[in-house]
């Protein structure tokens, strides 16, 4: 499992490999990879923060 910065790290390889020479689809992908990592890493910190708005939190919470 990877955690946040980890995620962020791979998000800014992503950002970093788009070059206008490549094709249109191929940024557009790397664009999406990017943010979708950065998403995973925020949700990786909510969740090391033990924070309510964490999925696996709100489902331990609905078990009790």
């Known amino acids: 499992m990877h ?8 998000a800014r390889k992503c ?3 788009t070059k206008p020479s490549l094709q249109p689809s191929v940024n557009e992908q790397l664009w999406l990879w990017a943010a979708e990592l950065a998403d995973y890493a925020d949700e990786t910190e909510r969740c090391s923060e033990g924070s309510q708005s964490c999925p ?7 078990e009790r």
């Open 15 to 17: 950002r970093m490999m």
């Open 56 to 62: 696996a939190a709100a489902a331990k919470e609905k």
């Open 3 to 10: 955690d946040s910065q980890d995620l962020r790290g791979l």
